[in-house]
């Protein structure tokens, strides 16, 4: 009787029945077609999430008979990644740039200043500013940002002339699409002190000799000298490259934090729309750190950051001090040097000259001493070192400095976008990882060979070969520079051709990526990269529950389908942060 009474009770208790009880779990996603990117590359049919983490993965039938949950997500056959990681942008930089002027994809000078009275027109009266989502950040500068002269008919350089002329008495500072160089008029030129006299290291001020007239822009002691001397004289044409270009920055006015703040909740909607979860900000101060730290306490800023730290004294002075930090979305662990500039602006540090500008290496950014007694100072901390790093003579200089402070791989330092390598260094570079952007590749393949020379440009943008060398790479756009679109990163990878299929069979397909590769760069290898591997990068237990679905199968889809991809939701923590309309 008594054994009957407790039979009784732990059935009606629930403690005894035929079947296992359920577990738990907040969402379980199913009739889906799941790439974990985990070691061997698995695919499941469906996952259970709790607690926002990854609890199991496996079919339909599995997960619904071992789990209860109150929402169930039928992907309907839905493709589901690992939640995509940026590893080289600038998130803030793009997020106040969406306030700003667009120059991207302009094919004239012409039409550069047509966009600029465009907006002009449009944001600053009252009346348009209530109209706009963003206003201008910056008072009465007109700033812009996107122009290429390579993608004009005319490839020079525009000058000052015809913004002087349209904005006589307000600063125009037009940054070229890399940010290594722009274009300001006469007002913006007196503001920073700009003159006939001005040098900068690891920057130049461009000029022109004038022949007669006086210019409105001239101090008093140059047009003193010139009715000494008389002309010609020498006089800048509005072009600033590299260092120069911080002679205006430094005195535009800076955004305000509640400026900042709408630019970065932006930000944060356009990259959620891409299926971006993670971005890795690629030079902050330490003030920019904390308003994102502020923000994603409070649950405005959701998407994840790992945020490289700018090579400032302030940044030193604080974080060397209190070592890195670590929160469940920000992780502060890097600092991000320039070792020279861009090739599109012939910046590039070289170790022969520009094929097409004679007597013209580009240039250092700072004394080769700099970054060699930073990289022994950061290799005594836990620290990151990411370097910038396009032309071969500062690849040679900065691989040297991680050589002499002792770096072993486990360290993990990182050279940003390694674009023109010669194939002895790539060999010597494996204690390093490759953080690479493949769409530079596709946007500067139509003029590279003007710039390097076809000898040396079968070594620029040697993705795989950095890949094999390495055994992994870190895939990103360097957006704003690029589009933000990671679809572009893995299209370019794989196809070495831009969206009309150009060059035909591909530029250099000898160092293109397999699909595999072009993924596990957006995902596990770029979490591994700012040592997050743990915890993100692949669908797999006990990581964070951060992925999207998309409307297109990247691994098997006709290539020419992944540019018209299109994220239908991204999830960050479990938590749904965005769905297609």
């Excluded at 983490?53 to 039928?74: V, Y």
């Excluded at 722009?182 to 913006?188: C, G, I, Q």
């Excluded at 993670?278 to 750190?289: N, S, Y």
């Excluded at 060397?320 to 861009?342: C, H, M, Q, S, V």
Aim: hydrophobic share 40%; net charge neutral.
């Amino acid at each position: 009787m008594v054994l009957k009474n407790v039979f009784i009770f732990l059935i009606a208790t629930g403690l005894f029945s035929c079947g296992s009880r359920k577990q738990n779990a907040d969402l379980i996603v199913v009739n889906a077609r799941i790439y974990s990117v985990d070691s061997a590359f698995s695919v499941f049919e469906a996952m259970a999430l709790n607690n926002g983490t990854i609890t199991m993965l496996g079919t339909s039938d599995e997960i619904k008979q071992q789990f209860s949950s109150p929402e169930t997500l039928d992907a309907k056959g839905a493709v589901v990644y690992p939640g995509f990681i940026d590893a080289h942008c600038h998130f803030v930089g793009y997020g106040l740039g969406l306030g700003r002027v667009n120059l991207v994809g302009t094919k004239s000078f012409n039409e550069v200043v047509e966009r600029v009275q465009q907006f002009t027109s449009q944001n600053f009266t009252e009346k348009a500013k209530k109209n706009v989502k963003i206003k201008s950040f910056d008072g009465s500068w007109i700033i812009g940002r996107g122009w290429d002269q390579n993608d004009w008919t005319d490839k020079k350089y525009p000058n000052r002339k015809k913004l002087d002329s349209l904005f006589p008495d307000r600063p125009v500072f037009l940054q070229r699409i890399d940010g290594h160089a722009a274009l300001v008029n006469s007002v913006a030129l007196e503001l920073a002190g700009i003159n006939s006299n001005t040098y900068v290291k690891g920057g130049k001020v461009e000029g022109e000799l004038i022949f007669g007239g006086e210019e409105k822009w001239m101090r008093p002691e140059i047009l003193k000298e010139i009715k000494h001397h008389g002309y010609p004289i020498w006089v800048p044409t509005g072009i600033l490259i590299d260092n120069a270009v911080d002679l205006v920055k430094k005195i535009i006015p800076p955004a305000t934090l509640k400026e900042k703040e709408r630019a970065l909740l932006a930000a944060q909607e356009n990259c959620f729309a891409m299926g971006l979860t993670t971005v890795d900000d690629a030079g902050l101060m330490k003030e920019d750190v904390d308003l994102i730290d502020s923000l994603q306490r409070c649950g405005k800023l959701q998407i994840r950051i790992y945020a490289m730290l700018s090579d400032s004294a302030p940044n030193y002075d604080y974080y060397l001090k209190t070592g890195p930090y670590k929160t469940e979305k920000l992780n502060i662990r890097a600092f991000k040097f320039y070792a020279d500039g861009a090739l599109g602006s012939r910046g590039a540090c070289l170790k022969e000259d520009y094929s097409d500008q004679k007597n013209w290496k580009g240039f250092l950014l700072n004394e080769q001493k700099h970054f060699e007694q930073k990289a022994e100072l950061l290799a005594k901390t836990p620290f990151q070192m990411a370097t910038h790093c396009i032309g071969d003579s500062a690849y040679k200089i900065i691989l040297a400095a991680y050589k002499r402070a002792g770096i072993k791989k486990a360290n993990r330092w990182r050279i940003e976008h390694a674009q023109v390598i010669s194939s002895g260094e790539i060999s010597q570079s494996d204690f390093i990882i490759p953080s690479i952007q493949p769409t530079h590749a596709t946007s500067d393949m139509y003029w590279v060979g003007e710039r390097l020379g076809k000898n040396r440009s079968k070594y620029a943008y040697a993705y795989k070969d950095l890949l094999k060398n390495a055994g992994l790479v870190a895939l990103g756009t360097d957006f704003p520079v690029e589009d933000i679109s990671p679809f572009k990163t893995f299209y370019a990878a794989v196809t070495r051709q831009d969206a009309k299929g150009y060059p035909g069979g591909g530029f250099q397909m000898e160092n293109a990526l397999s699909r595999e590769e072009a993924l596990r760069g957006m995902t596990i290898w770029a979490a591994y990269s700012n040592f997050e591997e743990h915890e993100k990068g692949s669908l797999e237990k006990g990581k964070q529950a951060d992925f999207i679905i998309l409307d297109t199968d990247l691994m098997n889809c006709d290539i020419k389908n992944v540019l018209s991809g299109k994220v239908e939701h991204t999830y960050i923590g479990g938590k749904k942060v965005y769905q297609a309309n």
